[in-house]
């Protein structure tokens, strides 16, 4: 028998690597020392979504007076010069940039705000944050303020709605219930302000005003969608930090401090980032409704999630904006409806849903 080997003096014990094992329907993702849990299913989902974005983003190109063919949609965006560079490049792809990108502000603004609400019927159109953002920029448009502070009205509206929302929410660590009713009084109050602003001015003014509020895409373009791609860029260390603390929002606060969870302080951080990027959004292209409310839900239901995915939910919004505003641009042509109108026609068919599935629920 061989004596056994005595180990190497000054070298440390290595140490046993502990495990670490997937969760069921998650596949393990190790980024240097840190292992992240994946829902396969949210990958896949995310995928088709992107296929989908991008088919519907050159349908929009392609369709139009005059029919651009995909092909040539394609060669115009790869440089190769085409008759048709000028509808492609200078007025069809900016209102396309800006659609994907407000839709997928829109998205990312309702999970925040829903996840906070406990509630699938929360979004910025219901607790307030749309309403200041137009009481703002309708006292502006009748008002005779340059067309150029407009949207940084309404960027501040939507603000100082969003404070009055936290000074009548912050009672009992900002508690969804209170958070929702608060923020569907601050609607309503703001929402009869607006109406009142509006019989009083000028028609056209009014008129102006009116188009704003339902929301439309038309005649903006490269400069709306820098505000809102900055905003979102400025808010990706907070959202991806908010991407893993969205899986709090359903513990109860006791359960949230017994693991050493503060949860007040996170939803005061998760509503806010929503009520930050909603205002934005809002400011550059109008109170486009039920996207926020639509895309969360939609998103939670296709991934098979206990909460709406962030990038699921910022996916699906950019392409219900996409569609809306082609849908809008093409139905009643050569009239063209803002994309709010299409959003509206959307969302009272899901809010019915949600009804009758609540209903059902209960019976």
């Known amino acids: 028998m061989t004596a056994p080997t005595a180990p190497a003096v000054g070298r440390p014990a290595r140490r046993p690597r502990v495990g670490v094992t997937a969760l069921p329907g998650r596949s393990l993702v190790r980024i240097g020392p840190v292992a992240v849990q994946v829902r396969r299913r949210s990958v896949l989902v995310a995928a088709v979504l992107v296929v989908l974005l991008l088919a519907a983003g050159l349908l929009s190109l392609s369709l139009g007076t005059p029919y651009v063919a995909p092909v040539d949609v394609l060669r115009a965006l790869s440089g190769a010069g ?55 920029a309708t006292v502006a448009l009748t008002g005779g303020v340059a067309a150029v502070l407009v949207a940084p009205a309404a960027l501040v509206g939507g603000l100082v709605a969003a404070a009055l929302l936290f000074a009548l929410g912050a009672r009992h660590g900002l508690a969804a219930q209170r958070f929702v009713l608060a923020g569907v009084a601050v609607a309503f109050a703001l929402r009869a302000l607006t109406e009142v602003v509006m019989l009083t001015a000028d028609p056209i003014d009014g008129l102006r005003a009116q188009i704003w509020l339902i929301g439309t895409l038309a005649g903006k373009g490269w400069t709306e969608s820098l505000w809102i791609a900055l905003t979102l860029a400025a808010l990706l260390p907070v959202l991806a930090w908010a991407g893993w603390a969205l899986n709090s929002t359903a513990l109860d606060d006791d359960t949230a401090r017994g693991i050493g969870l503060r949860p007040t302080a996170r939803r005061v951080g998760l509503a806010g980032t929503g009520v930050l990027a ?86």
């Open 82 to 136: 085409t008759p048709y560079d000028l509808v492609v490049l200078d007025l069809r792809l900016p209102r396309l940039v800006l659609a994907a990108v407000a839709g997928a502000a829109f998205g990312v603004a309702g999970t925040l705000i829903q996840s906070v609400a406990r509630n699938p019927l929360a979004s910025p159109d219901v607790v307030g944050i749309t309403q200041g953002a137009g009481l703002a």
């Open 278 to 363: 909603a205002a934005m959004v809002t400011a550059q292209v109008g109170a486009v409704d039920f996207v926020a409310l639509v895309a969360p839900q939609l998103a939670r239901r296709l991934v098979r999630a206990e909460r709406p995915p962030l990038v699921g939910a910022a996916l699906l919004g950019a392409l219900l904006l996409v569609l809306a505003d082609l849908g809008g641009r093409r139905l009643f042509a050569p009239t063209q409806l803002p994309a709010g109108v299409l959003t509206a026609a959307i969302g009272g068919p899901y809010l019915i849903f949600l009804l009758l599935r609540g209903r059902r629920r209960s019976s």
